[in-house]
């Protein structure tokens, strides 16, 4: 069992950055594939950006080059980092635990807004 708990989100004005941090507890992260995730109001959950337990990191093209997701396995915590925000950045910011092995088991933490206005 893994329990997640975001932090970091907040009103921001456009271009400004952020850090969204996402703690866990319960089991070791270096065993886990782990990714954030975003949903804004009246649209589906998108994948934002995601770090392998091993491999490379991959990020949405809307996200891409201004993006970068981070992992200390030490401290058992996962970081978002966003520049260039964008009113469009605009949503619940979630964070995703899941077993790189079999039963593939997820987790899900319970989500942070970030908003973008000016």
């Known amino acids: 069992q893994v329990q997640l708990v975001e932090s970091g989100g907040g009103l921001v004005q456009p271009g400004e950055s952020l850090r969204l941090s996402c703690a866990a507890s319960?089991?070791?992260?270096?065993?886990?594939?782990m990714a954030w995730y975003r949903q804004a109001p009246g649209k589906q959950r998108d994948l934002v950006a995601i770090s392998p337990s091993a491999g490379s990191t991959s990020y949405a093209d809307s996200v891409k080059g201004r993006s970068f997701i981070s992992r200390d396995n030490a401290k058992n915590t996962v970081f978002l980092r966003m520049d260039s925000l964008k009113p469009e950045d605009t949503a619940v910011y979630y964070c995703?635990?899941?077993?790189?092995?079999?039963?593939?088991?997820?987790?899900w933490g319970q989500g942070t807004q970030v908003t973008v206005s000016s």
């Open positions: 319960g089991s070791l992260l270096s065993i886990y594939d």
């Open positions: 995703q635990a899941q077993k790189a092995t079999w039963p593939y088991t997820d987790y």
